[in-house]
Nanobody, 118 residues
């Protein structure tokens, strides 16, 4: 079965950096639009960043200028580099894979916790 496994979440001080990784298995990775979402306690899950099969990227306003999404098709992995982290970035971060043509091929990882606190 399809697996998306996130890693890299941690406790970090404000202003710090983290790089999240999401390794995919059992999918044709290059055919998938990859995205990072996050969900803070008591809040709805929100989109953070996306990267298309052609490497076009899009970011939530809160992430622009601080976060960078990238992908390595050879490693079936998508990354989220997060810089200048703020306490409001605290959330569980989820990886999502959405096939570029088949809408039913949509998968989620289990999430990784990011906590920004002094």
């Amino acid at each position: 079965q399809v697996q998306l496994v996130e890693s890299g979440g941690n406790l970090v001080q404000p202003g710090g950096s983290l790089r999240l990784s999401c390794a995919a298995s059992r999918i044709s990775f290059s055919f998938y639009v990859m995205a990072w979402y996050r969900q803070a306690p008591g809040k709805q899950r929100e989109l953070v960043a996306t990267i298309t099969t052609g490497d076009s990227t899009n970011y939530a306003e809160s992430a622009k200028g601080r976060f960078t999404i990238s992908r390595d098709n050879a490693k079936n992995t998508v990354y989220l580099q997060m810089n200048d982290l703020k306490p409001e970035d605290t959330a569980v971060y989820y990886c999502n894979a959405a096939h570029r043509s088949i809408t039913s091929f949509n998968y989620w990882g289990q999430g990784t916790q990011v906590t920004v606190s002094s």
